[in-house]
């Protein structure tokens, strides 16, 4: 079954310290990966996806088939960081879009 | 380019009673995609409409539940006789093709008392 898995429903860490938001899959395939976030009172907006490679704000996620994990990683966590964030997967080109149930990060100042 | 704007923002209904979600997806975007977002849980896709064209509707309930989008105006996703488990989120998205970023709305969060 297609299915994505964010075991943390809240990460709580301070301004400065690292941050890693799990985020783990289940497909047969070769889906493409991305990561969501929604601020506060805002829309759901693409972050990041696998196949650009690219690091937004600082995050950056590498896509591991062996582990069939798409991790989503930062540094240095800012307060303006703190927001919902949802890993997703398609099957193909497509925006048929698999959401894990989210992880809400909240940075202490 | 206002973004994919989404109407009412809260709608509350009576069991039993209709609710109609509307999504204007953004100017140039023809294709719309509808997701469900139940209490503690992920979206959930329910249908991909292609103007006038229902592409993929494998996320929808088999009752009560209907979606268009014609060639003039907002695509509605339509609940019929709504129960107390069809409060949630309901979100649209939009994108100019079928594999290029999909924009969102706001959503409209459904309340069935």
């Known amino acids: 079954a297609q299915r994505v898995t964010q075991p943390e429903k809240l990460l709580s860490v301070f301004k400065g310290a690292p941050v890693e938001l799990k985020c783990n899959y289940s497909y047969s395939g070769s889906p493409e990966l991305f990561w969501y976030v929604q601020y506060s009172r805002q829309r759901l907006q693409l972050l990041l996806r696998h196949i650009s490679r690219e690091s937004i704000k600082g995050f950056t996620a590498d896509l591991n088939k062996g582990e069939t994990s798409f991790h989503l990683k930062k540094p240095f966590a800012q307060e303006e960081d703190s927001a919902m964030y949802y890993c997703a997967l398609t099957p193909g080109a497509t925006n048929k879009l698999i959401f894990g149930t989210g992880t809400l990060l909240a940075v202490q100042p | 380019n206002a973004g994919v704007m989404q109407n009412p923002r809260h709608l509350v209904r009576r069991r039993g009673q209709e609710a109609r979600l509307r999504c204007s997806p953004m100017?140039?975007?023809?294709?719309v995609y509808w997701y469900r977002q139940l209490p503690e849980e992920g979206l959930k896709f329910m249908v991909y409409?292609?103007?006038?064209?229902?592409?993929?509707e494998s996320g929808m309930p088999k009752e009560r539940f209907s979606a268009e989008f014609p060639k003039e105006g907002p695509s509605i996703l339509r609940i019929q006789q709504v129960v107390r488990g069809d409060s949630a989120a309901y979100f649209c998205?939009?994108?100019?093709?079928?594999?290029?970023?999909?924009?969102f709305g706001q959503g409209t969060r459904l309340t069935v008392v």
């Open positions: 409409l292609q103007k006038e064209n229902i592409i993929d």
């Open positions: 100017k140039g975007h023809s294709h």
């Open positions: 998205a939009s994108s100019p093709t079928q594999n290029t970023e999909a924009f």
